[in-house]
Nanobody, 123 residues
């Protein structure tokens, strides 16, 4: 049973940076597509970024393209989300997720989720 634990969230000011981490146990991140999603209060869970199991394909939501970078460290079995130039609209709970099926922006195939980490960006 793979488990995911996110960390790195916090309260920052607009323009600041944060790096989120998603540590996996019980499985290796290189075996799965890994994604980051976020959910703001009263809104649906939205796609942020994903990396394929090979690591050769990466996708970003248009709203974060050019500001966020997804990466992974296979030795540490961890996926990261580097977030730069943060904006108040980036405020949300950020979730790491794993897909055994395929690499997609759709949250449906992601069947293992972390507990989430809160990111709050003040103006």
């Amino acid at each position: 049973q793979v488990q995911l634990v996110e960390s790195g969230g916090g309260l920052v000011q607009a323009g600041d940076s944060l790096r989120l981490s998603c540590a996996a146990s019980g499985g290796t991140v290189s075996s799965y597509a890994m994604g980051w999603f976020r959910q703001a209060p009263g809104k649906e869970r939205d796609f942020v970024s994903a990396i394929s199991s090979s690591g050769g394909r990466i996708m970003y939501a248009d709203s974060v393209k050019g500001r966020f970078t997804i990466s992974r460290d296979i030795a540490k079995n961890t996926v990261y989300l580097q977030m730069n130039s943060l904006k108040p609209e980036d405020t949300a709970v950020y979730y790491c997720a794993l897909s055994r099926a395929y690499y997609t922006t759709d949250p449906s195939p992601y069947n293992t989720w972390g507990q989430g980490t809160q990111v709050t960006v003040s103006s």
